[in-house]
Nanobody, 114 residues
Framework: VQLQASGGGLVQPGGSLRLSCAASGSISVMGMGWHRQTPGKERESVARIWSGGSPEYLAFVKGRFTISRDNAENTVHLQMDSLKPEDTAVYYC??????????WGQGTLVTVSS
């Protein structure tokens, strides 16, 4: 199973970016989500969406980020609006199978700066 993330880049404060992540290979996906990490800090969960459940968000991004999932394509998107410098991080997508296996993407850098 491989995950390919895309969509990172440089954006000004207040701007928007859309991250996408596609899972390929043989997997029965239960859920998909995004974590992020900045140097010197632990990786934190940003958003996730589980089958049959409501999306869950880190409190700091709630109302600004929206996660969506295309079940047929095993793809997850993260729409990030009203970006703040504090959102600067490497964003990692992941997927969890119904058996409990987790797979991670390679990370995509998001930089929010003027």
């Amino acid at each position: 199973v491989q995950l390919q993330a895309s969509g990172g880049g440089l954006v000004q404060p207040g701007g928007s970016l859309r991250l996408s992540c596609a899972a390929s290979g043989s997997i029965s996906v239960m859920g998909m989500g995004w974590h992020r990490q900045t140097p010197g800090k632990e990786r934190e969960s940003v958003a996730r969406i589980w089958s049959g459940g409501s999306p869950e968000y880190l409190a700091f991004v709630k109302g600004r980020f929206t996660i969506s999932r295309d079940n047929a394509e095993n793809t997850v998107h993260l729409q990030m609006d009203s970006l703040k410098p504090e959102d600067t991080a490497v964003y990692y997508c992941y997927t969890r199978s119904w058996k409990g296996d987790e797979y991670w993407g390679q990370g995509t850098l998001v930089t929010v700066s003027s």
